[in-house]
């Protein structure tokens, strides 16, 4: 038989990943989870979903006038406390000048003076719950704690909201600053020793696109007793493919690489669900064959595979015409 002409390549050692892919959550650093503070019937909602928010600028308002009332109770108390605060200060000075005078008697001096340190005390505490008030009053207006994007606003006006409904309780909204992102991956606890910042992640999308290189930069102590993983996380830079909070992607995390046999695409046939290659074998008269050697196939490498089992550095690997050879075939290689 004639032998036919294929090309060739040496199979060679590359440096390859090695490697494993996780699911992992794209999360916000500056993510505010917005809930009620006091309990109240909202009133506006001044915002929308995707609107972008300053810091400080309202987003709701709780129902404020039961406790505008209050305010307003504790100030006339206030203003009660202080009258009687500044009377009985002046009396005490005119008791300091009749005493000084041998008018008065010493009782009558301690006597006044123990109505105004108790005034004075009064009215330092009155002062002090109008204030307490006033600043819980400032939590019926919702305000963004920095600029950022709002999300989702599941309530409505009418709805009445409070801090303590326990599992009931429900978020007013969110807002998502830009930028600062991270990912994170849950780590198989089998993977506990080898798992340590500095590791390169390689973060893809859902149909296997490479959005980013990072670094893992963070490794939880603990195990997550829920998913029985450990925590690490990678920075991610905000791009077209990756804009919101929560979102799923892909991360490969690389934990070392070693060099191993590389091929290309080409070489590679499958039969029966084994993967083989071909490879020119010199015999003994000089002639080549292509002799089919089945292989185990590690990670792609660029366009190639790497080999795990089945092959050696420097094997003559077909790489052309290879649907039209058998096993034994007499070939002609060309290299590449």
């Not at 819980?136 to 303590?164: E, F, K, N, Q």
């Not at 993977?191 to 149909?207: C, I, M, Q």
């Not at 046999?261 to 993967?275: D, E, F, H, S, Y």
């Amino acid at each position: 038989m004639q032998a036919m002409p294929v090309k060739t390549v040496a199979a060679s050692l590359q440096p390859v990943a090695q490697s494993n892919e996780y699911m992992a959550t794209v999360k916000s650093r500056r993510s505010a989870t917005i809930l009620p503070q006091v309990a109240g019937m909202l009133t506006s909602i001044t915002v929308h979903s995707g609107e972008h928010v300053k810091a400080g600028q309202v987003l709701m308002t709780i129902d404020p006038r039961q406790q505008q009332a209050t305010v307003a109770s504790q100030t006339a108390t206030e203003r009660q406390k202080k009258a009687t605060y500044d009377y009985d200060g002046v009396e005490l000075e005119r008791q300091k000048k009749l005493f000084s005078a041998g008018v008065t008697s010493k009782e009558a001096l301690d006597q006044a003076q123990q109505a105004f340190d108790n005034a004075k005390a009064d009215y330092e505490a009155s002062r002090g719950t109008r204030d307490m008030q006033e600043q819980l009053l400032g939590y019926y207006t919702i305000r963004a704690p920095y600029d950022g994007i709002v999300g989702d606003i599941p309530v409505h006006v009418g709805d009445y909201v409070s801090p303590t409904m326990g599992t009931n309780s429900m978020a007013l909204t969110t807002v998502d600053q830009g930028g600062d992102l991270e990912a994170y991956i849950y780590i198989p606890t089998e993977r506990a020793s080898e798992v340590r910042s500095g590791l390169n992640v390689e973060l893809y999308d859902t149909s296997g696109k490479l959005l980013e290189k990072s670094k893992i930069d963070f490794v939880s102590p603990q195990v997550d007793p829920s998913l029985q993983g450990i925590l690490a996380k990678a920075p991610v830079h905000r791009t077209a493919e990756i804009m919101r909070n929560a979102q799923l992607i892909k991360a490969k995390v690389i934990w070392s690489t070693k060099p191993m046999v590389v091929v290309p695409v080409l070489a590679v046939t499958r039969l029966g669900g084994q993967t083989f290659v071909f490879v020119a074998r010199k015999q003994g008269n000089g002639q080549y064959i292509a002799a089919q050697s089945p292989v185990n196939l590690g990670d792609a490498v660029g366009n190639g595979y790497s080999i795990t089992a089945g092959l050696n550095p420097g094997d003559e690997v077909v790489v052309s015409s290879t649907q039209f050879l058998v096993n034994g075939m007499p070939v002609s290689p060309i290299p590449g």
